[in-house]
């Protein structure tokens, strides 16, 4: 069958459709994304207080893969984990149910970063976080939203903990999915530059602390199962970079 290409279909509405194989298509740059992610979570937990519960939230939640990490995560008392797709957070919400810690306070809520006078709840919540957690979202978003949004949310000093698609993955693909019918869907997507993004950052009040990582699929990756078989075109190529900053007082 011919794969048919669809460029146009809004991002809510390719997340709608998404969900149902998110977790399950073999997606190579969220399974960099979980391998790598865990040493930034570290790092930036050990720039909070030890001494106080810790509000967590992560703008664009998806199906819950990187809120199950959270839970298992020392000193949380809240996470509000947002995304503008209701059958993402369905998945989400079903995931993280059977192993949610009775301690923590763990709200699924439905925000779109373009439209943020529509949900009242997240503006409910806004600079409460110590913590804001947003992993391959930035590329969906226009820059200077993106980092107004996480600003927003944050308290002074708050942490932002923040990874995405490589530009040099991004400029040979673009985030997507194989449909029912064998169709190739994609909706848009940015490409941005490590350094615009460290600029676009430093001028909305964020300071990067200390260095961006990069990563690259290997063939030790195939090998040791990281990625699946859709690695194999990217080998060599760099499709990841997450970093941790600081919103300054």
């Not at 399950?24 to 040493?39: E, K, R, V, W, Y």
């Not at 993955?169 to 940015?190: C, H, L, N, P, Y």
């Not at 290997?218 to 600081?246: H, I, P, Q, S």
């Amino acid at each position: 069958m011919t794969t048919k290409q669809i460029h146009s279909l809004p991002t809510k509405d390719l997340y709608a459709r998404w969900a149902k194989v998110y977790d399950t298509d073999g997606n190579i740059l969220q399974a960099i994304d979980d391998h790598s992610l865990p040493p930034l979570l570290t790092r930036a937990l050990n720039l909070l207080p030890t001494t106080q519960s810790l509000t967590i939230t992560e703008l664009g939640a998806g199906t819950g893969r990187n809120t199950l990490k959270l839970l298992s995560l020392p000193n949380i008392s809240t996470i509000h984990a947002l995304d503008l797709s209701p059958e993402m957070l369905a998945v989400a919400q079903s995931r993280c149910s059977p192993s949610a810690n009775k301690n923590i306070d763990l709200q699924f809520l439905e925000f779109d970063a373009l439209q943020p006078q529509d949900f009242p709840q997240v503006k409910e919540i806004e600079g409460k976080a110590d913590m804001v957690l947003s992993t391959l979202v930035l590329e969906h978003l226009p820059i200077q939203v993106f980092f107004e949004t996480a600003k927003r949310l944050l308290k002074p000093g708050g942490i932002l903990v923040l990874s995405n698609m490589h530009a040099e993955m991004g400029k040979r693909s673009q985030a997507g999915f194989v449909g029912e019918q064998g169709e190739k869907v994609q909706g848009d997507s940015f490409v941005y530059e490590i350094g615009e993004v460290v600029d676009v950052a430093g001028g909305m009040g964020f300071e990067v602390l200390g260095e961006v990582q990069e990563r690259s699929v290997e063939r030790a990756d195939l090998e040791g199962g990281v990625v699946g078989e859709r690695g194999r075109k990217w080998v060599g190529c760099r499709v990841w970079f997450g970093c941790v900053l600081r919103l300054r007082e």
